[in-house]
T-cell receptor, first 114, second 111 residues
Framework: NAGVTQTPKFQVLKTGQSMTLQCAQD?????MSWYRQDPGMGLRLIHY???????DQGEVPNGYNVSRSTTEDFPLRLLSAAPSQTSVYFC?????????????FGSGTRLTVV | EDQVTQSPEALRLQEGESSSLNCSYT??????LFWYRQDPGKGPEFLFTLYSAGEEKEKERLKATLTKKESFLHITAPKPEDSATYLCAVQAMRAGNQFYFGTGTSLTVIP
């Protein structure tokens, strides 16, 4: 079982460049989310999806876009990278059908914007 | 506003020295409180879910408890392999199944 797979693991971008962080899960989970983790700030929600075709904004959505065309994939797009977007990005999935409702997290993408 | 505060920020224990981590929260209708473990360079790993005050969950040397205002993660006779950052998160009774995380407690267990 692969769980939640994120690619790439590391990325360096120049200010103004765009890119897509990939996230795929093979657990047939309905819910998927993107978080960023910064020192002293904890995990902050960027965007989330409760099912294919449905997305919504989280706490810090500016500068990011998402789409959910399939249950398995939930890519995060950085439109025009800024140094403030330097962070570690985590994708997570969950389902209300399991008793614990816990997230399964990917291993993260460490992004540096220079 | 939903808020999660964890203390202490960092904790150093001798192997075998028991202690507790605190997670205090304010949320408009608690659906659940979650504990995760995060090792350096990895994503958080789910540990426990607690749903109502008075509930307790145990896993090896860890025991999580919940009151109406806070949760404790008790670590009994810790080992060096328990060294990690422990994250607390709350899920509010709102649409979207979303979680709000604390900043974590970094635990170091010294042999």
């Amino acid at each position: 079982n692969a769980g939640v797979t994120q690619t790439p693991k590391f990325q360096v971008l120049k200010t103004g460049q765009s890119m897509t962080l990939q996230c795929a899960q093979d657990m047939n989970h309905e819910y998927m989310s993107w978080y960023r983790q910064d020192p002293g700030m904890g995990l902050r929600l960027i965007h989330y999806s409760v099912g294919a075709g449905i997305t919504d904004q989280g706490e810090v959505p500016n500068g990011y876009n998402v789409s959910r065309s399939t249950t398995e994939d939930f890519p995060l797009r950085l439109l025009s990278a800024a140094p403030s977007q330097t962070s570690v990005y985590f994708c997570a999935s969950s389902t209300p059908l399991t008793p614990n409702y816990g997230y399964t997290f990917g291993s993260g993408t460490r992004l540096t914007v220079v | 506003e939903d808020q999660v505060t964890q203390s202490p920020e960092a904790l150093r224990l001798q192997e075998g020295e028991s202690s507790s981590l605190n997670c205090s929260y304010t949320v408009s209708g608690l659906r659940g409180l979650f504990w995760y473990r995060q090792d350096p360079g990895k994503g958080p790993e789910f540990l426990f879910t607690l749903y109502s005050a008075g509930e307790e969950k145990e896993k090896e040397r860890l025991k999580a408890t919940l009151t109406k205002k806070e949760s404790f993660l008790h670590i009994t006779a810790p080992k060096p392999e328990d060294s990690a950052t422990y994250l607390c998160a709350v899920q509010a009774m709102r649409a979207g199944n979303q979680f709000y995380f604390g900043t974590g407690t970094s635990l170091t267990v010294i042999p």
